[in-house]
């Protein structure tokens, strides 16, 4: 420790009274710090050995290295950018490929799916859950019924569409019946997505309270697949509208029929053809077909997900109240 405080400010030390005669051994050495001190030297002690120093080479090392990383990072912020501005410079060159129906119609879909608030619905639970006691926070019920207004809000998704309200009443009831479950399960797959919500340990214990193993497996499944920009996920919900995908299953009634599917085809094909105009534009060919590919590849998954959830009483009961509220919202709106 004497070596260790001293060597590095021998300078700083008073010289010895006796000229450097001083004999030091293990009872004396305390009486001449400057004599003690030559004799650490002489015995072989150094510097350089002092932990001090080994951590001053550290924290270089670290420096250097925290050095490299920040350049790094700005080359990738850099990157980033100029791909931001390519796929920006797409876009505006793509103003003459997209129609005025074309531009206007994405517009109102980007605002029909903004009004639903999801985001900040999340983030305002996130703040609550989190100025509560610890063991107080992610309660089942608290987590499913933020899963339920996620699911309850993409009712609006159909109030808004101006495609949806012209359908006749019947195949409007048909078309909420069929896709709701899609729509509000995959929107709010997004949302807690995006917000980080899922690797929450507390909150994936409540809803594995909640839903069964495997329908947690096909969540993370479709939560995995889920790296779209948001405009083209708008579009995509846009297209499950007015799907007539559906999961089989066995029942003694007749299927019922939509009355107008020729207006519903063109109108599915009006979503689609936007879906691949803007992403082609956006991104590339390459990237478009992959896109689309995901997407149908995540369908499956929700697919299987919501056969397995469906079982659950408590999530059929939640599916079957926004239908519900959903139907009765647009009758109103006539």
């Known amino acids: 420790m ?16 006796f000229n450097g005669h001083c004999e030091i051994n293990s009872l004396n050495r305390h009486l001449c710090s400057s004599c003690r001190l030559v004799k650490c030297f002489e015995s072989g002690m150094q510097i350089q050995m002092l932990r001090s120093s080994i951590i001053k080479k550290n924290k270089t090392k670290r420096k250097i290295k925290e050095t490299e990383r920040l350049d790094i990072l700005t080359t990738l ?59 107080a926070r992610y309660k089942r019920t608290s987590v499913s019924q933020l ?62 309270n909640f839903y069964r193993f495997n329908t947690l497996a096909g969540t993370v499944r479709i939560l ?8 083209f996920l708008k579009l995509a919900l846009a297209i499950l509208v007015f799907s007539t995908f559906d999961y089989t299953y066995y029942s003694n009634l007749a299927p019922v029929e939509l009355f107008d599917i020729k207006t519903i085809l063109h109108i599915q094909n009006i979503y689609a053809e936007l879906v691949w105009q803007y992403l082609t534009c956006k991104y590339n060919h390459k990237q478009a077909v992959v896109s689309i ?18 079982e659950i009483k408590q999530y059929k009961d939640m599916i079957d ?14």
């Not at 070596?3 to 010289?15: G, P």
């Not at 505006?92 to 605002?111: G, P, Y």
């Not at 109240?321 to 009758?331: E, N, Y």
């Open 321 to 334: 109240s926004v239908i519900q509220q959903t139907k009765k919202t647009i009758t109103l709106c006539e």
């Open 293 to 310: 590919s995901t997407f149908i590849r995540c369908l499956f998954f929700l697919n299987d997900a919501i056969i397995d959830a469906i």
């Open 77 to 135: 912020n850099n990157t980033n950018r100029t791909q931001n501005t390519l796929n920006s410079n797409r876009l505006q060159s793509a103003q003459s490929t997209f129609s005025i129906n074309d531009w206007n119609l994405l517009s109102n879909l980007t605002q029909c799916y903004d009004e639903l608030g999801g985001f900040s619905l999340v983030q305002d639970f996130i703040r609550e859950q989190n100025s509560l006691p610890p063991k």
């Open 224 to 231: 995995n697949q889920l790296d779209f920009d948001s405009t």
């Open 147 to 208: 899963i339920l207004s996620l699911i309850g809000r993409s009712q609006l998704f159909y109030e808004n569409n101006t495609h949806f309200i012209s359908l006749c009443s019947h195949d409007r009831s048909i078309l909420v019946h069929s896709s709701m479950k899609y729509i509000g399960s995959l929107g709010a797959c997004f949302i807690i997505r995006n917000n980080d919500l899922w690797n929450n340990l507390i909150f994936y214990k409540s809803a594995e």
């Open 2 to 17: 004497f070596f260790k405080r001293n060597a590095e400010s021998r300078q700083e030390h008073s010289k010895c009274h």
